[in-house]
């Protein structure tokens, strides 16, 4: 299986109890800041949410969005996500691939992609982007946030651990950085998990976004920019 169909299938199977991560107490100061953060953002947008999972973003936003597409690769979480109480009218889920996106419906002046980043390999990154920002308005408002990780010893690749304490497996001959995750189940998913610095961010945007920002917190990472105007 490509890293890509693992880590769907991985999510599919999660589904049911994803939202758990969002119950951690310790995320929770970082977490509300978040929040205040996105709702603001994105009040007024016209948004396209890529991985939306089980919609826990898509919510929050649509209250104050003039309206949102949200797409996912998998029906189970869209599942989930159908039954959160987004505000009416504003919302459509859609199935479908973040790295060849389909028709969609209306160009979108923002978008937000959440604990989505760090799943792509970083050879796909740039194309990811490209297609992202052909389905937006130039200027368009982005953001992107991931989690952070604890830095333990910075040679030994085994004692890094992401904010789940997650130890990162294996290193790929690009860079990415692997996780062995284990459901409820007891099925074990290496799945790519990459934590970028800012540098790293920002070279990856460089000729493609302007106003780039990026901050971390102590479990998070949050960036936004605007893409090209020309
Ligand atoms: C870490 S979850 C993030 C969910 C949501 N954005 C959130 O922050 O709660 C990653 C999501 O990516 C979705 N996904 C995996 N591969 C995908 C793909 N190729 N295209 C679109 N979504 C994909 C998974 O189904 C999962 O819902």
Redesign the pocket.
């Known amino acids: 299986m490509t890293p890509?169909a693992t880590?769907?299938k991985y999510?599919?199977e999660r589904a049911p109890y994803y939202e758990r991560v969002y119950h951690k107490p310790e995320r929770q100061s970082d977490l509300r800041r978040l929040r205040v953060w996105v709702a603001e953002a994105f009040a007024g947008k016209i948004i396209l949410e890529?991985?939306?999972?089980?919609g826990?973003?898509t919510e929050l936003i649509s209250h104050n969005a003039a309206s949102v597409v949200a797409?996912?690769?998998?029906e189970e979480?869209l599942a989930y996500a159908r039954q959160k109480p987004c505000a009416p009218g504003k919302v459509t889920f859609m199935q479908?691939?973040?790295?060849a996106l389909p028709h969609l419906p209306r160009i979108f002046d923002a978008a937000l992609?959440?604990?989505?980043w760090s799943?792509i390999p970083k050879s796909r990154l740039r194309p990811f982007l490209k297609g992202l920002h052909d389905a937006l308005q130039p200027g368009a408002l982005v953001m992107f946030f991931d989690n952070a990780y604890v830095e333990g010893n910075s040679t030994k690749l085994v004692s890094r651990k992401d904010s789940d304490g997650n130890p990162l497996s294996h290193c790929d001959g690009d860079g990415n950085t692997y996780q062995e995750r284990v459901l409820d189940d007891g099925s074990l998913h290496q799945i790519v998990k990459n934590f970028p610095e800012a540098e790293e961010l920002r070279e990856t945007l460089a000729g493609s976004a302007s106003e780039i920002e990026i901050q971390f917190l102590t479990y998070y990472w949050v960036l936004t920019y605007r893409t090209r105007r020309s």
């Open positions: 890509e880590l769907a999510y599919a890529i991985a939306c999972g089980t826990y973003w797409l996912d690769f998998n979480v479908g691939d973040a790295f992609a959440g604990f989505w799943h």
